[in-house]
Antibody, heavy 123, light 107 residues
Framework: QVQLVQSGAEVKKPGASVKISCKGSGDSFTSHYMHWVRQAPGQGPEWMGIINPGGETTSYAQKFQGRVTMTRDTSTGTVYMELSSLRSEDTAVYYC????????????????WGQGTLVTVSS | DIQMTQSPSSVSASVGDRVTITCRASQGISSWLAWYQQKPGKAPKLLIYAASSLQSGVPSRFSGGGSGTEFTLTISSLQPEDFATYYCQQANSFPYTFGQGTKLEIK
């Protein structure tokens, strides 16, 4: 059963960047698309973007374009999400999530999820 | 962006009750919809995908229905472990969007 383990909580000042890692286990991780989703306190989840199995292709929500970079190290089975120019509104729990499917197209569902990484942005 | 609207935002129910939650999409999404359960301090868990397909390991008391713009999640007989917040998510097009959530509380 695949498990996703994320890096630990971060505290950042406004204007800084944060890079979060997500390490998966097993072959069933390496052939799947991966997503990043964040959840601000008391809010619903918010999708940030997707990276393909080989790490060559990404798509980001327009809201985060220019500030987010998703990468993937296939040799270690780790995906990364870096968010720059942080502001207080970026305070949230950030999750990586595996796509349920291994093929492109519609029907992107998230299972399983990592345990979450709390990012706090405060001066 | 496709907006997902859930109703009600909260519901109180008792163990053994049947509960239905509704999710409406701002435009047609065929059957590209999922339902997730989230408990406090935990990541969401996939329950239903493709509007009505039960994810492996999820109890059969959970069922999903609908297509186009209106969808439902039904729990046929509430168990104590079902009290949580439920979210719908459209999987039709970027950016994937979630509803605001329905909190299911014990009466």
């Amino acid at each position: 059963q695949v498990q996703l383990v994320q890096s630990g909580a971060e505290v950042k000042k406004p204007g800084a960047s944060v890079k979060i890692s997500c390490k998966g286990s097993g072959d069933s991780f390496t052939s799947h698309y991966m997503h990043w989703v964040r959840q601000a306190p008391g809010q619903g989840p918010e999708w940030m973007g997707i990276i393909n199995p080989g790490g060559e292709t990404t798509s980001y929500a327009q809201k985060f374009q220019g500030r987010v970079t998703m990468t993937r190290d296939t040799s270690t089975g780790t995906v990364y999400m870096e968010l720059s120019s942080l502001r207080s509104e970026d305070t949230a729990v950030y999750y990586c999530a595996r796509d349920r499917s291994t093929v492109p197209g519609k029907g992107r569902y998230f299972d399983p999820w990592g345990q979450g990484t709390l990012v706090t942005v405060s001066s | 962006d496709i907006q997902m609207t859930q109703s009600p935002s909260s519901v109180s129910a008792s163990v053994g009750d049947r509960v239905t939650i509704t999710c409406r999409a701002s435009q047609g999404i065929s059957s590209w919809l999922a339902w997730y359960q989230q408990k406090p301090g935990k990541a969401p868990k996939l329950l239903i995908y493709a509007a009505s397909s039960l994810q492996s390991g999820v109890p059969s008391r959970f069922s999903g229905g609908g297509s186009g713009t209106e969808f439902t999640l039904t729990i046929s007989s509430l168990q104590p472990e079902d009290f949580a917040t439920y979210y719908c998510q459209q999987a039709n097009s970027f950016p994937y969007t979630f509803g605001q959530g329905t909190k299911l509380e014990i009466k």
